[in-house]
């Protein structure tokens, strides 16, 4: 079994910033990319950053500019660093492990991030 961790949510003025971490721990398993993700009241989950440990990061066009996804292969970690944050970033953010591109495998429960304005 799997296990990803978040942490580093909260509540934060339109302008802030805010530093996610996610951790991944259990047995052997295959370790492609991890990203994050978000889902907001009553809208569907949505991409927001991927680091691919053959190299490479992206992101959704609305956090480009904003957001730095980093992470540690080895240590099967993640982080979010989101700067200039608005109240349309407000949702609940959940890290998950890809096996393969595109393929998300293992998800974490989430941790919620609220801008006010």
């Known amino acids: 079994q799997v296990q990803l961790v978040e942490s580093g949510g909260g509540l934060v003025q339109a302008g802030g910033s805010l530093r996610l971490s996610c951790a991944a721990s259990g047995r052997t398993f295959s370790n492609y990319a991890m990203g994050w993700f978000r889902q907001a009241p009553g809208m569907e989950r949505e991409f927001v950053a991927e680091?691919?440990?053959?190299?490479?990061?992206y992101y959704t066009d609305s956090v480009k500019g904003r957001f730095t996804i980093s992470g540690d292969h080895a240590k099967k970690t993640v982080y979010l660093q989101m700067n200039k944050l608005k109240p349309e970033d407000t949702a609940v953010y959940s890290c998950?492990?890809?096996?393969?591109?595109?393929?998300?495998?293992?998800w974490g429960q989430g941790t919620q991030v609220t801008v006010s304005s």
């Open positions: 998950a492990v890809g096996g393969s591109a595109g393929v998300w495998e293992y």
């Open positions: 680091i691919r440990w053959s190299g490479g990061t």
